[in-house]
């Protein structure tokens, strides 16, 4: 009677596990997805340190220390565009 159950028992969790996992990919590929790092953080500092100091740092680089540990680089074949005037963040190539 208890190898039935325990076969049955196998087969399920055999089923639930399959499920389990990432199946899926991202939408984009790995070299795009790297962007997402380090945009926000970059974005979210110059907020920060619109704030703080009342007008937009001159350059990413006066961001470090006090509101980012470093200015993250970009990923292979992209550059930080940087708007002082804007406090504009963003990829280019």
Partial sequence: MKAPYTMFMAILAGLLLAGCG???????????????????????????F????GHFPKT?????PKYIAQVPDAPG?????????????????
């Fill in 22 to 48: 990432n199946g899926t990919k991202p939408a984009t590929p790995a070299a795009n997805s790297a962007p997402a790092q380090g945009l926000p953080a970059l974005k979210q500092a110059v907020q920060a």
């Fill in 50 to 53: 619109n704030t703080q100091e």
């Fill in 60 to 64: 990413l680089d006066e961001l470090v």
């Fill in 77 to 93: 074949g992209y550059k930080f565009a940087y708007d002082p005037a804007t406090g504009e963040v963003k990829l280019s190539r």
